[in-house]
């Protein structure tokens, strides 16, 4: 049965061929433009398969593999050669699952039959790498993206993930049952601005779920207030990008922090979240800041390029989550949220948290 994987299966595939043809990973800016100065010779690449460890490193102009006790020989010339093509192939319109027999023939030829790295392993990929500050050569582990298919998540919406505002008014019946009906392409801005219509505000109370909220408070303890703001400001803006925000978010200051001396207070908690969520905090699943395997991401950029961000270089890592991601309005259906509702005779309405990358 041939090989079949949508864009981002098959960018994997991408990625290890494009690192060990360039035998060096560059560091990326919040631009995802390449930091010349931040570049990393590879010394070992190591991908967990269905059959096992697979191990490459160099030998002059060989790349060496090794599969438990198999190993191969395969010229450096010959992964560039097969990148330039999967790279074509990957610019294509394709959608769904597809094959790419060339690129199949050529990775089955030194044993490796998946595209996917091992499900149970957080990172896609790890890497060996020198750096010449240091003279260490630590081991780093990447998650990869990829700017050829569909934008990925960087934090899943759930019901786990629902803010819950009270409403400081009163409202009728018959007009809740109307603003609940609101059925438009943007439904919940809709709804939220029928409510401040009437000089109603939503006042945050709450994160629905205990242990999310736990999450975010042990990140920051006005973290939930914080986010609450934020989607209040995201859903009256109609601005997404995360950085524009916290922007707003930053001169409306409703922590009422001081910032006469100006403090990036909002601005240095979001990038922490982030962080966080990019190393593996979820909502449903009690965090405790213990790296998940992953410490960073590889980025295929849309021209071929790959740049890398890692936890070990934390600034460039902070700033290109805060730079490249954006709140959307998930299913309101599916997590349970966007409708006004009674509750021990109080009116209350939800918001959801959900983050993605942008292009």
């Known amino acids: 049965m041939p090989l079949k994987g949508n864009k981002g299966e098959w960018s994997e595939i991408y990625t290890l061929l494009k690192i060990l043809a360039d035998k060096e990973l560059c560091s990326g800016d919040s631009n995802l433009n390449k930091i010349e100065k931040l570049m990393f010779p590879i010394i070992k690449v190591l991908r967990e398969e269905s059959e096992g460890t697979y191990e490459y490193s160099y030998k002059d102009n060989l790349i060496i593999i090794k599969n438990n006790a198999e190993v191969f020989n395969v010229p450096v010339l010959e992964f560039r050669k097969q990148a330039v093509v999967l790279f074509n192939e990957l610019l294509k319109?394709?959608?769904?699952?597809?094959?790419?027999?060339?690129?199949?023939?050529?990775?089955?030829?030194?044993g490796c039959n998946s595209l996917k790295a091992k499900s149970s392993i957080k990172s896609d990929i790890k890497i060996v790498i020198h750096d010449e500050r240091t003279g260490m050569n630590p081991l780093l582990g990447f998650s990869i993206k990829s700017q050829l298919g569909m934008?990925?998540?960087?934090?899943?919406?759930?019901?786990?993930?629902?803010?819950?505002?009270?409403i400081n008014k009163k409202i009728s019946a018959e007009k809740i049952k109307e603003i609940n009906q609101i059925n438009s392409k943007s439904k919940i801005r809709d709804r939220f601005e029928s409510i401040a219509s009437m000089k109603a505000d939503l006042i945050f109370e709450k994160v629905e779920d205990s242990t999310f909220s736990n999450n975010l408070i042990l990140i920051d303890s006005n973290l939930p207030e914080i986010l609450a703001q934020l989607l209040i400001i995201f859903v009256k803006s109609k601005d997404t990008k995360i950085s524009s925000l916290v922007s707003i978010i930053e001169k409306e200051n409703p922590m009422k922090y001081d910032i006469s001396k100006n403090h990036k207070f909002y601005n240095y908690k979001i990038k922490r979240l982030l962080t966080d969520m990019a190393l593996g905090m979820v909502s449903g699943r009690v965090w405790t800041g213990q790296i998940d395997a992953t410490g960073g991401y590889l980025v295929v950029k849309n021209n071929g390029d790959i740049v890398c961000y890692h936890i070990y270089n934390k600034n460039e890592f902070e700033n290109y989550l805060f730079y490249n991601t954006k709140f959307e309005t998930p299913s309101s259906s599916r997590n349970n949220f966007g409708k006004i509702y009674l509750e021990n005779d109080k009116l209350f309405f939800k918001l959801n948290?959900?983050?993605?990358?942008?292009h």
Do not use: C, V
């Open 93 to 110: 319109s394709q959608k769904g699952a597809f094959s790419i027999p060339e690129i199949e023939n050529f990775i089955t030829s030194f």
């Open 353 to 358: 948290l959900q983050i993605r990358f942008i």
């Open 151 to 166: 934008p990925s998540t960087l934090f899943n919406a759930s019901q786990s993930s629902n803010f819950i505002y009270s």
